[in-house]
């Protein structure tokens, strides 16, 4: 009996666990869209794993690095106008593990001549207590 009480002790704290964790990713998430509706590229970034090895799949293909992922977004939306209102949907967020999550979703931007949209994937890895995009493929 003691066996059965911990293995169901056990399983309900990993669920615990693992849905504080989707809802971690979604708050970062949130903040993001919130930096990106007030032009605030940088604090869209913060979202981002702060690395040279982290890496941006867009429709030129990758790019490694934080700082190259920011220089693309100030070049391809350099003010509030070009960034618009993004709105994002997550799809699927999956907890594969203590340190590494999955994230499907779709992104939707409307600016004052035009609206863009699409898909994206998202490699979340835990780092120092935090949740940080260390992969981004975002079509």
Same mark, same amino acid.
Request: net charge positive; with cysteine.
């Given at each position: 009996?003691?066996?059965?009480?911990?293995?169901?002790?056990?399983? %309900?704290?990993?669920?615990?666990? /693992?849905?504080?964790? @989707?809802? *971690?990713?979604?708050? !970062?998430?949130? &903040?993001?869209?919130?930096?990106?509706?007030?032009?605030?590229?940088?604090?869209?970034?913060?979202?981002?794993?702060?690395?040279?090895?982290?890496?941006?799949?867009?429709?030129?293909?990758?790019?490694?690095?934080?700082?190259?992922? %920011?220089?693309?977004?100030?070049? /391809?939306?350099?003010? @509030?106008? *070009?960034?618009?209102? !993004?709105?994002? &949907?997550?799809?699927?967020?999956?907890?594969?593990?203590?340190?590494?999550?999955?994230?499907?979703?779709?992104?939707?931007?409307?600016?004052?001549?035009?609206?863009?949209?699409?898909?994206?994937?998202?490699?979340?890895?835990?780092?120092?207590?935090?949740?940080?995009?260390?992969?981004?493929?975002?079509?």
């Amino acid at each position: 009996m003691k066996k059965l009480t911990f293995s169901f002790l056990f399983i %309900l704290l990993v669920c615990v666990c /693992r849905a504080q964790d @989707k809802q *971690a990713i979604a708050n !970062l998430m949130y &903040t993001q869209e919130k930096a990106w509706n007030r032009g605030d590229v940088e604090g869209f970034m913060q979202g981002y794993w702060k690395s040279d090895s982290l890496v941006f799949i867009g429709k030129t293909g990758p790019d490694y690095g934080w700082q190259t992922t %920011l220089d693309h977004y100030k070049k /391809r939306y350099p003010g @509030k106008v *070009a960034m618009g209102q !993004l709105k994002f &949907t997550l799809l699927q967020v999956k907890v594969l593990d203590a340190t590494n999550a999955f994230v499907l979703g779709k992104w939707h931007l409307k600016r004052i001549k035009d609206e863009l949209g699409g898909y994206y994937t998202l490699w979340f890895r835990k780092i120092n207590g935090e949740w940080k995009i260390v992969c981004d493929h975002t079509s």
